[in-house]
């Protein structure tokens, strides 16, 4: 059974930095697509950032490039999200999908990009709040 738990959201200023990890369990580095989501109140979920696991591509939002670093470490997904501003704030999840066979037996290089819509990924964490202020 897959897990996401994160951490390490909080409260910073505009300009400040956060760093946030998702330790993931229960399944097969390389085979799954992680992402970042994020939540503010009234609008829709929607990506920050994917990354295919075990040295898969990597995927920004416009919003984020430059800003943002998705990484994985081991077991956990990072997301180093510096230069903050307040439209960054809400709530951010740690997702993942398993990819299709006929996805898993390309090599990592010629593999499609993770999907970018919250459909596409089938577990989730509960999420860790993040706060702007301005």
């Known amino acids: 059974q897959v897990q996401l738990v994160e951490s390490g959201g909080g409260s910073v200023q505009t300009g400040g930095s956060l760093s946030l990890s998702c330790i993931a369990s229960?399944?097969?580095?390389?085979?799954?697509?992680v992402g970042w989501f994020r939540q503010a109140p009234g609008k829709e979920r929607e990506v920050v950032a994917t990354l295919g696991t075990g040295g898969g591509r990597t995927y920004y939002a416009d919003s984020v490039q430059g800003r943002f670093t998705i990484s994985q470490a081991g077991a956990t997904i990072n997301l180093q999200m510096d230069f903050l501003k307040p439209e960054d704030a809400g709530m951010y999840f740690c997702?993942?999908?398993?990819?299709?066979?006929?996805?898993?037996?390309?090599?990592?290089?010629?593999?499609?990009?993770?999907?970018?819509?919250?459909?596409?990924?089938?577990?989730w964490g509960q999420g860790t709040q993040v706060t702007v202020s301005s």
């Open positions: 229960g399944f097969q580095f390389g085979d799954y697509c």
């Open positions: 997702a993942a999908a398993h990819l299709p066979l006929k996805t898993l037996l390309l090599s990592r290089e010629t593999r499609p990009p993770c999907g970018t819509g919250s459909g596409d990924y089938e577990s």
